[in-house]
């Protein structure tokens, strides 16, 4: 029987291959054409790539769902050889957000291994931090991420797509701008490139993605290509834009090609220093969308671990920083846990569902039958904000800022099939409330209270308190025992102390977002209080 059924698959086969090649590798060969011919890009044995980009940050907006916040604009010059699979990018990336800053780094990228010469973050692993001058490897997840993004945008997707047929499929047209476009699928291992074309010149004019954002869920990430001319040689689209869910986050502009430039074997060379033990690409779940977009604003912390650096501890922890009040430590991004009588209130949820889950399950077993009643957030800001569906699925009350409530129930309305960490599910009636000035959680006998905070950092924003412990808490405006004070008080730190008057609380420690516990008595002083 089974004999039977693989003699019909054959014969099937059979007959399409005598009609020809499919519609989509007739689109592929379209393309191919119209770049100037597989035979002429096959040549194309080393490049060399010149241009710049400018990037933005939809989710470090200033308003919740506002404009998207610039991060940086950049120079870079790339090299690549296509027989080694290599490529090494050198970049001089000027950043304006969190804080204007220049990285001057590189990138080597091989298929077994990726490198970073210099600093390209505010979030240095300790590998970088140890290594002098500054280096390190990539981890799994960038170089993954790094891999996927350097083939979507290489001519030679399309010659690979051609080399491997039996990986090309159907895919329904798609519709821009009114007008339908002819697409085709390619498996390219652990995920999937939708190209699509343009119906009029047969040149591919999107590599889209399906990914995965922690704040909107299900999108598509799409590099658009255009402006396509002859440079050094090779037919190539001088602008590619990178699209989230139609929203450009990256504009990248080509200004030089150089075809078969010699090229120094050395350069795809790292320090002897960072070779042993490199990463080799991801291959299960990558949150690509982390990956490359906390790069964006220079804060990336590159290790196999979304939220903490796998090369300085090996978990997450709870730290009992007063009775009954759990500070979620050990990695880039805190949370804050108060018992209450037969519940729990928890404050942030930071980095992906991923660090929620462990949460939950870390509370799960140390205050066993007390559900997570309310996520207090501090702000919308996608590094403290990515992990809330972890916390609807628990039937959470989220607790935001006067202003941030439509944002968030437009974000657990959208569809959020991809994450890879909880099951997808409706989160649309997920409880919201808005604060305005000041909201108090009570069991009766403990409480906490959450409060507005005008600042310079973002709109819609809350701090907590724990009257009974004299206990604050605060995200991003202060990172207590982690920056020590300025000699001269800053609007932000101003903003804070000038809250707590208005609120009537008198704190005596801060826990953080990030860092860990300080002292509120120093603040006010250098505040004038
Ligand atoms: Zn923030």
Same mark, same amino acid.
């Given at each position: ?26 689109? @592929? ?56 699979? !290599? ?86 047209? @798609? ?48 590099? @658009? ?25 990256? +504009? ?20 002897? !220093? ?87 399950? &870390? ?36 607790? @935001? ?52 905070? +005008? ?71 250098? &505040?004038?209080?």
């Amino acid at each position: 029987m089974k004999r039977m059924l693989l003699l019909v698959l054959a014969t099937l086969f059979a007959a399409s291959c005598a009609t020809g090649p499919s519609r989509e590798l007739n689109l @592929v060969n379209r393309a191919l054409d119209a770049m100037g011919g597989a035979d002429s890009l096959a040549k194309v044995r080393t490049i060399l790539v010149k241009g710049t980009t400018k990037q933005w940050e939809p989710e470090q907006s200033m308003v919740p769902g506002g404009e998207m916040r610039f991060a940086n604009e950049a120079s870079f010059e790339s090299v690549g050889d296509f027989s080694r699979r !290599a490529v090494r990018v050198d970049w001089v990336k000027k950043f304006a957000y969190p804080s204007p800053r220049t990285f001057t780094f590189s990138e080597i990228v091989t298929p077994e291994a990726g490198y970073v010469i210099g600093v390209d973050s505010n979030g240095r692993n300790k590998q970088s931090l140890e290594t002098k001058p500054a280096a390190h490897s990539m981890s799994g997840l960038r170089l993954a991420a790094t891999q996927r993004e350097m083939r979507r945008a290489s001519p030679s997707l399309l010659l690979e797509m051609r080399n491997n047929p039996g990986k090309v499929r159907a895919s329904p047209d @798609v519709t821009l701008g009114g007008v339908a476009h002819p697409a085709a699928s390619y498996d390219a291992g652990s995920y999937t490139f939708i190209v699509i074309f343009d119906p009029k010149t047969g040149l591919p004019a999107r590599v889209r993605t399906l990914d995965y954002d922690n704040v909107w869920g299900d999108v598509n990430y799409d590099v @658009v290509l255009s402006d396509w001319r002859t440079m050094g040689g090779v037919r190539i689209a001088a602008s590619q834009k990178y699209e989230l869910n139609g929203r450009v986050v990256t +504009d990248v502009q080509i200004t030089e090609v150089v075809a078969n430039p010699a090229v120094a074997a050395d350069r795809f060379e790292p320090p002897a !220093a960072i070779k042993a033990g490199a990463a080799k690409p991801a291959t299960g779940k990558v949150d690509y969308q982390w990956v490359l977009r906390r790069q964006f604003i220079g804060t990336y912390l590159d290790s196999d671990s979304v939220s903490f650096d796998t090369r300085a501890t090996s978990s997450l922890r709870l730290a009992e920083i007063a009775p009954g009040v759990q500070h979620q430590v050990g990695g880039s991004h805190n949370t804050l846990i108060v018992e209450m009588s037969d519940f729990l209130v928890v404050m942030d949820a930071p980095v992906t569902d991923n660090q929620s889950v462990w949460t939950i399950n &870390a509370l799960k077993a140390k205050y066993p039958g007390k559900p997570v009643k309310y996520l207090v957030l501090t702000h919308h800001h996608m590094d403290h904000a990515g992990g809330i569906r972890a916390y609807a699925a628990q039937g959470a009350t989220l607790v @935001v800022g006067k202003g941030a409530g439509a944002h968030f129930r437009k974000a657990l309305s959208s569809p959020s099939t991809r994450n890879p960490d909880v099951a997808a599910r409706d989160f649309s009636n997920t409880p919201i409330v808005e604060v305005d000035g000041k909201y108090v959680i009570s069991d009766g006998k403990r409480e906490l209270t959450a409060h507005s905070v +005008d600042n310079p950092h973002a709109a819609a924003y809350l701090i907590g308190y724990v009257p009974d412990a004299g206990l604050a808490y605060v995200t991003d405006i202060w990172s207590p025992g982690r920056d020590p004070l300025p000699a001269k008080i800053t609007s932000p730190l101003a903003a804070l102390a000038a809250a707590v008057r208005k609120a009537g609380i008198a704190p005596t420690r801060f826990a953080g977002g990030h860092g860990s516990v300080g002292e509120y008595a120093p603040l006010a002083a250098l &505040a004038g209080q």
